[in-house]
């Protein structure tokens, strides 16, 4: 249990607290009593000793020994902590004394030396152990020095034991009492502390497993903590809350975002197949020629495109390719308007020059955005096998002959698209020969990447169609792909990809 | 003479008129009594002495007031209790005089107690407050500087103690222990002990105590293994009735069945009282071998006039008190009202001590005649020496049998 372990702890840390000051307050404690008291007793039996020594002059010269038996047994009888008394004339005799029944043995040993001494000034202060006496404070005073007698008197240590005994008894007990009552309040204050915080613990639990559609339950008991205490623990409890409404909004929000990305996503698929469906499709068998087109948009939707039409009063088959700057859904659909608008006037304007001229001014109206595209267009005489083209901007298409000749086709001079809305665009011709295929791409074959940042480049291009040269328009793009894949190996596809191939059979 | 007959009435009648007023006022008060103040041990452990002293001395006073008491005056006896302790001895002193407006103070009893009471007596100087006969055979109150304050009949402790030594001494027991009170009384005996063995150039050979109230229930056997361990041939013991009884049979159940003397203050009878009750209980006989000085007479004498009085007044007053302390009591209490008597129909407190110095080779009964005004000697100042026979302390008659 979390609380009992805190507690526990608490409780280790006081016991060892107070276990220290007991230890250190009673050592200093009974050390400094006992010097005190020791010090007054010693005071005490000074006092006593020097007054029987005074009066005793004149008692001990002038009077008999009952009148000082009669002034011992008064200081004896009325202070307290004497232990003794004892008076010697000049002899050294006991003349009178408090010892009952006989004066102890080893307290006359003891005054031998002292009472011994020819003249002695002052008082002697020694301990001694007595039987049944414990240790005594032994106070020697002489009398006249000593000429006269001799004073003894002891002071009892036994009192002063049982006055610090019970001093520091008491003061235990009431170091005790304060111990019981702060570990008390200590435990009633960490349960304060130690009940919300189980609170809050079992609040992060749920949290953990929170599916954060509504607040939790335990939140409003988590408030009424907040209300009750101002304090560390409810900020705490503040912090935990907060955490959980925001966490509530953020995946509202992100769920929110996840579903509109999702409708997104589907819409964006359905504009990928909108865009693939714009594509023409497979060409019904042309005696003599081959076509295949090939699309890989980098993108669910991308900006190239390929186009080819058979215009059927003219004989001729119209082929382009066309990359869009950008990519995704601005791309996608600039080039849509561009197929579109090529398309369309394509089949009304015989001039592969107007053509191209006419659908760059109608493409320079409506671009608000600045898009460009690169285009190549192509005219195929089906009867010549002639090719009449307008380049603008884009990369020359490749003729590669069976044999394995490839060759770039002449630039025509023409700028991208949608640039300059005034621009002339004019055509170049080429020929078809037997076993050629025209080969056209975008910039997204030579600039396909490596994991090196190698670029695919024109020479590979070159070499794969030199290799492939004889096979026909649908392999040879399968194979330039699969080859820029294996090229480009794990990175994914940065531009898009668009390859035509149209090759002459006869 | 009829002419001047007239006026001589007149001049009588007017001298009688005047006379009357002036007459009365020299004429002493007869009605206001003599009030006598005493302290003594009325409860605690001595007990029996005050009392015995007190009712020695109030048969005395009774009489004595039932025959009109000293020149008409009666004697109010007041007693005040002081447990054989200083300290209420002192207050009670005090209460006397300044309260009681006592006359004199009279028997008080013991050593202690007496001995811080003399410097009152001083104190009180200017009021004439004497103290006659306290019972204590001690020294301060018979010497200087307060024995001008005190007057005493009995003999002293010092008279005791050295007339105990020279008779052991004389039946050759020389080996001298001694077993005293833990104050100024056992002190003082102690110390006539230790003077009268020093006159034949000896000392005490062993000495042990024991505290002022102990009681006969009480164990003194360290104290008597101490003192048999010198191998004594008479213990003499100053001490109160009750722990004086205790060493008695403390030495007897040791085995030692030596000589013990005890002083007069011990309370022979009450002595003998435990002894006997004790024997009886366990079966042994406590009683040999026990000295006792005295400083009066027996009481069983009948031959002394004042034993005679002493017995009459006792049974008129049907007590069973009879003992050496009531009869000293009652001894003292004879001597004041001879004092007393003498004084005067003009009783003045300041001239006490001319009075009493004034009676010499008085006699009150006894055979044995008592003089003041010797400054070292005691009035009555006689040792008397008894012994146990048939439950009783009798004078003894020789010494031989306890012959060493």
């Known amino acids: 249990m979390k609380m009992s372990k805190l507690i526990r702890q608490m409780l280790g840390i006081s016991v060892g607290i107070f276990i220290f000051i007991v230890i250190s307050i009673s050592i200093f404690f009974s050390w400094t009593l006992y010097t005190n008291i020791m010090l007054e007793y010693q005071n005490k039996g000074i006092s006593v000793a020097q007054s029987i020594a005074d009066s005793g002059v004149d008692l001990i010269l002038n009077r008999d020994e009952s009148t000082i038996q009669s002034l011992v047994n008064q ?5 307290n902590g004497v232990a003794y008394i004892a008076v010697r004339n000049s002899k050294r005799e006991l003349i009178s004394h408090t010892f009952v029944p006989y004066p102890p043995e080893e307290l006359s040993e003891f005054h031998e030396p002292i009472i011994n001494k020819r ?5 002697t202060i020694q301990f001694i152990n007595v039987k049944n006496m414990g240790k005594v404070l032994d106070i020697s005073a002489p009398i006249l020095a000593g000429e006269v007698g001799f004073v003894h008197v ?12 019970k001093t520091i008894g008491k003061t235990l007990l009431i170091i005790l009492l304060i111990f019981i009552f702060s570990v008390i309040m200590n435990y009633i204050f960490m349960r304060r502390i130690a009940k919300p915080l189980q609170a809050l613990t079992e609040y992060a639990d749920k949290l953990a497993k929170h599916t954060f559609d509504a607040p939790l ?17 409810s900020n705490l409890a503040n912090a935990f809350i907060n955490l959980e409404d925001q966490l509530i909004l953020y995946i509202k929000n992100l769920q929110e975002t996840t579903s509109a990305k999702e409708k997104m996503e589907s819409e964006l698929n359905i504009a990928r197949s909108i865009q693939m469906s714009m594509l023409p ?6 005696p003599g020629y081959e076509m295949y087109g090939y699309l890989s948009p980098a993108k669910e939707v991308g900006g190239d495109f390929y186009d080819y039409y058979l215009l059927k009063k003219r004989n001729s088959i119209y082929f382009a390719i066309g990359d869009v700057s950008g990519k995704g859904v601005p791309a996608a659909l600039f080039m849509a308007m561009t197929m579109m608008l090529l398309n369309s006037l394509a089949r009304q304007i015989d001039s592969p020059s107007a053509v191209i001229t006419e659908v760059n001014r109608e493409l320079c109206e409506r671009n608000e955005h600045s898009l460009f595209v690169t285009l190549f267009f192509g005219v195929l005489d089906l009867r010549t096998g002639m090719i009449e083209y307008c380049n603008a901007g884009h990369l020359p298409p490749y003729l590669v002959s069976d044999k394995g000749q490839v060759e770039e086709l002449a630039l025509t001079d023409g700028m991208a698209l949608g640039v300059d809305p005034d621009f002339e665009y004019e055509t170049k011709t080429a020929e078809l020969s037997k076993n050629t295929t025209v080969f056209v791409y975008s910039d997204g074959v030579t600039e396909a990447e490596n994991s090196a940042r190698e670029q695919f480049g024109h020479e590979l291009l070159e070499k794969v169609l030199k290799d492939n040269s004889k096979l026909n328009p649908k392999d040879l793009c399968e194979k330039v792909f699969t080859d820029i894949n294996s090229f480009a190996e794990e990175v994914p596809q940065f531009d898009d990809i668009s390859i035509l191939a149209l090759r002459k059979n006869i | 003479m009829k002419k001047h007959l007239k006026p001589l009435l007149l001049l009588i009648f007017l001298f009688l008129i005047i006379a009357a007023p002036i007459t009365a006022k020299v004429k002493p008060k007869r009605k206001k009594p003599i009030v006598i103040g005493m302290s003594a041990a009325l409860t605690g452990a001595s007990k029996n002495l005050g009392k015995d002293l007190y009712i020695g001395s109030k048969i005395v006073f009774d009489e004595v007031n039932r025959l009109g008491g000293v020149h008409g005056r009666k004697l109010k006896l007041k007693i005040l209790d ?17 309260k009681d407006d006592v006359d004199l103070l ?6 202690p107690t007496v001995t811080r009471v003399l410097p009152l007596l001083k104190r009180y100087q200017e009021k004439n407050i004497y103290l006659f006969f306290p019972f204590t055979g001690a020294q301060p109150q018979r010497v200087p500087p307060y024995n001008q304050f005190a007057f005493n009949l009995r003999a002293s402790y010092l008279q005791e103690t050295k007339g105990l030594v020279s008779q052991f001494i004389k039946i050759k027991r020389k080996r001298i222990a001694v077993f005293y009170q833990s104050d100024a009384y056992g002190r003082s005996g102690w110390s006539g002990v230790k003077k009268g063995l020093a006159d034949y150039g000896r000392s005490i050979i062993a000495e042990a105590s024991y505290v002022r109230g102990a009681g006969f229930d009480q164990s003194f056997k360290e104290a008597a293994e101490y003192l048999l361990k010198q191998k004594p041939d008479a ?21 030692w069945d030596g000589l013990i003397a005890n002083i007069s203050f011990v309370g022979s009878e009450s002595l003998l009282g435990l002894l006997v009750k004790y024997g009886k209980k366990v079966g042994k006989d406590y009683t040999k071998n026990i000295i006792n000085s005295q400083v009066v007479p027996s009481y069983e004498d009948t031959s002394l006039p004042a034993v005679r009085e002493y017995r009459k007044l006792m049974a008129r007053n049907k007590s069973k008190r009879y003992s050496y302390v009531s009869f000293e009591g009652f001894l003292n209490a004879k001597t004041l009202v001879a004092i007393l008597d003498q004084s005067g129909k003009w009783f003045n407190k300041s001239a006490l001590p001319q009075v009493v110095s004034s009676i010499k080779e008085y006699d009150i009964g006894i055979k044995d005649l008592i003089s003041f005004g010797s400054p070292d000697k005691n009035a009555l100042g006689k040792v008397y020496y008894t012994t146990v026979k048939n439950n009783k302390f009798v004078p003894i008659k020789s010494w031989s049998k306890w012959k060493k």
């Open chain 2, 106 to 111: 009279y028997c008080f009893m013991g050593t």
């Open chain 1, 119 to 123: 003249f002695s000034e002052s008082m």
């Open chain 1, 281 to 286: 499709k497979l060409m019904k068998k042309i």
């Open chain 1, 75 to 79: 200081y004896y009888k009325n202070i």
């Open chain 1, 154 to 165: 002891g002071m009892d240590t036994r009192p002063i034991l049982s006055v610090i005994y």
């Open chain 2, 235 to 255: 213990i003499i013991s100053i001490g109160s009735y009750q722990a004086c009884a205790g060493l008695i049979r403390e030495m007897r159940d040791l085995g």
């Open chain 2, 82 to 98: 002081d447990r054989y302790n200083p300290l209420p001895a002192v207050k009670n002193t005090v209460s006397f005089v300044e």
């Open chain 1, 217 to 233: 339950e335990i939140q409003k008991d988590i408030k009424l903590l907040v209300e009750v205490s101002k304090n560390e623990i």
